[in-house]
């Protein structure tokens, strides 16, 4: 089982940057496919963007060209910069595997694009 720790978020004005942290801990890490999900309020969570064990990336259209993840298998660390940001980009941040276990899902980290 992996256990993960998402921090990071917070407060941004629109076109402002925030870099998302998962801390992941237990099996080992290097093996899995992980995402990026977020969860706005009345939405369901999607996914954001994933990378694989061997750092092949896709994005959603959304956040494309304005999100880039990326992952430290040596820190047991999955990443998240995200730049120009957008009032619509507020959401909760989860990090999980792709696909996610549900046994995964950690509590998120908020982060709110406002003026």
């Known amino acids: 089982q992996v256990q993960l720790v998402e921090s990071g978020g917070g407060l941004v004005q629109p076109g402002g940057s925030l870099r998302l942290s998962c801390a992941a801990s237990?099996?080992?890490?290097?093996?899995?496919?992980m995402g990026w999900y977020r969860q706005a309020p009345g939405k369901q969570r999607e996914l954001v963007a994933a990378?694989?064990?061997?750092?092949?990336?896709n994005y959603a259209d959304s956040v494309k060209g304005r999100f880039t993840i990326s992952r430290d298998n040596a820190k047991n660390t999955l990443y998240l910069q995200m730049n120009s940001l957008k009032p619509e980009d507020t959401a909760v941040y989860y990090c999980?595997?792709?696909?996610?276990?549900?046994?995964?899902w950690g509590q998120g980290t908020q982060v709110t694009v406002s003026s």
């Open positions: 999980n595997t792709h696909p996610p276990r549900l046994e995964s």
């Open positions: 237990g099996r080992i890490f290097s093996i899995y496919a």
């Open positions: 990378i694989t064990s061997g750092s092949s990336r």
